[in-house]
């Protein structure tokens, strides 16, 4: 008998999957975090033909087991942009150059059932990557990231996974405490740009892979 939770799911993600090519996003489902690995590894790579590879801060990614994958790939240009032996000086710049490779890859804070992708950022250069430059960006998306509407979407990010990041990351903000956002106007705070993402231009541009399995935050 099939697990009724993953079955479950896979009926889910076939509607979002749906809903997202309405939008003009390319789309993919994958039936774990393994699964979505070799569907780029050997589909999405293969099929842009991209000679060069970054990613935006992501759990997921990670996760999946992609970074351990790609960062030492010898037939790609590799901008690793999380090399903890460069300086933050240096990690800025490696950010400013990925945003001009073939493939960026990130996940998203939360995707909604009408196939739109939320996203809140510190810094911008996740986000900045998915608007514009890269020419191709794939988004890993564990089926926990799925909301129903953007004000969802928006309450998820801000209650839930922003102070989980900041507690992460060992920032000094009001959430950590709290466990939820305060607005504050701490130097330390990560939430600063929001995107929403609601059509691929140029179509298929932006690749969606659907995770059935929770991921990431």
Sequence with gaps: MDDPIKDYWRTRLKDLKEALEANNFEVFIADNAGHA???????IISRTGAKSVSWGGSMTFINSGLYEAL??????EVVDTYDK???DEQKMEKRRAALLVDLFIMGTNAITQEGELVNLDMIG???GGLIFGPKNVVI???RNKIVPDLEAAMGRIKNYVAPINTKRLGKKTPCVKTSYCEECQSEERICNAWTIIQ?????????VVLINEDLGL
Excluded: Q
């Design 199 to 207: 059509k691929s231009f140029p179509k298929k541009r932006v690749k």
């Design 37 to 43: 690995k070799t569907i780029l590894e050997n589909e």
């Design 71 to 76: 960062k030492d790939r010898k037939d790609l």
């Design 140 to 142: 890993l998306v564990g």
């Design 85 to 87: 032996s460069l300086s």
């Design 125 to 127: 250069n996740r986000v």
